[in-house]
């Protein structure tokens, strides 16, 4: 194996294998991977346009019954800080979406062990009769198999039941690392890797527009990394012809300060910019198959996620209007 061949074979923009994405991360300079994964963007976005979008993210609710490690977000639900948006608020906060040009809604929030499929189709058609121009950008996997176990529907039947209501794309959101030992340890609530897959296949199939994630900087290793990397590559090669499957896929870094995951390990996760530019290009360069990278400038800063732009990402994601976890 050596540098020459499996660059060669990126450039062609081939599949690497887990040995060869490894052998690449670990030996290539940052500048030489940097240069591989544009000259890869290039044949993507040769005209150098970089996409971004205005939205917002509303939060359903912080009561959630996983109780990960790395969050400090959630609370319980005898918990006096719980709370459950109300349509009065999302209203007033679509309004002011409006005001700035945008035109969708992220909606994500906990695992509520009170709201049912009912809860949320009533939610997606009030919203979508009120502001049938809004873009629903809803729920994210572990969210989905969590309504579907309680409502004992299929994968499938949930997801037609709550795109029939108004939800028109699924973020990527509780992906972490999709490597079932890490997922134990850092969000034992959350569904499985193999249950995370299923979710997005299943909406892929119902040709539901979706994004993919990858939390991290935790407790993984660079070979958990791109196996991830690998399991999001092999998934979207199932798609059918008629759906675009992953349209964006983003990696941001675990943000450790105060939470459960530190108190345990007793230490300080810190952000490496310089790592974080890696990820991003050796994640253009082994995602074949998923258009576009984007670089998260909320949680590096945008200096970083400028660098970025040349290290295989073309999209910046939002603006940013509301965003209350990170």
């Known amino acids: 194996m050596n540098m020459q061949t499996i660059t060669t074979k990126a450039l062609q923009r081939e599949d690497l294998t887990l040995e060869e994405g490894m052998f690449l991360y670990t030996h290539a300079s940052l500048s030489e991977l940097m240069f591989i994964a544009n000259e890869i963007r290039k044949t993507i976005r040769p005209n150098n346009i970089v996409t971004w979008i205005i939205d917002r ?73 009120l ?46 690392i999709l490597q079932n030992h890490i997922r134990k340890e850092i969000s034992p609530g959350k569904c499985s890797a193999d249950e995370w897959l299923a979710v997005m296949r299943e909406a892929h ?63 300080s996760f810190s952000i490496q910019h310089a790592e974080y530019v890696r990820m991003i290009a050796i994640s253009r360069i082994m995602l074949t198959n998923i258009s576009h990278i984007q670089a998260s400038w909320l949680t590096v800063g945008i200096p970083t996620a400028q660098v970025c732009l040349y290290a295989g990402a073309h999209d910046l994601g939002s603006i940013m209007i509301e965003e209350n976890i990170t």
Request: aromatic fraction near 10%; charge should be neutral; glycine fraction near 6%.
């Open 57 to 129: 993210n509303v939060n359903i609710t912080n009561v959630c019954v996983s109780r990960c490690t790395f969050c400090n977000f959630h609370t319980l639900i005898h918990k006096e800080d719980g709370y459950i948006t109300q349509i009065e608020e999302y209203a007033q906060k679509i309004k002011e979406l409006e005001a700035y040009g945008g035109n969708q809604l992220l909606i994500q929030g906990g695992m509520h062990p009170k709201l049912g499929i009912d809860f949320y189709v009533d939610l997606f058609t009030q919203l979508k009769t």
């Open 131 to 176: 502001f049938p121009h809004i873009k629903l950008h809803a729920l994210g996997p572990p969210e989905v198999a969590y309504i579907a176990q309680r409502a004992h529907m299929s994968y499938a039947d949930t997801l037609r039941t709550l795109q029939k209501a108004g939800l028109d794309s699924l973020p990527g959101a509780g992906a972490e």
């Open 205 to 267: 199939k119902l040709n539901i527009t979706t994004s993919a994630t990858m939390m991290y900087g935790h407790v993984e290793t660079i070979e958990d990394r791109l196996q991830h990397l690998i399991a999001l590559r092999n998934l979207q090669s199932e798609k059918p012809h008629y759906s675009e499957g992953f349209t964006a896929f983003i990696p941001w870094p675990f943000y450790s300060k105060n939470t459960e995951l530190a108190k345990k390990h007793k230490k």
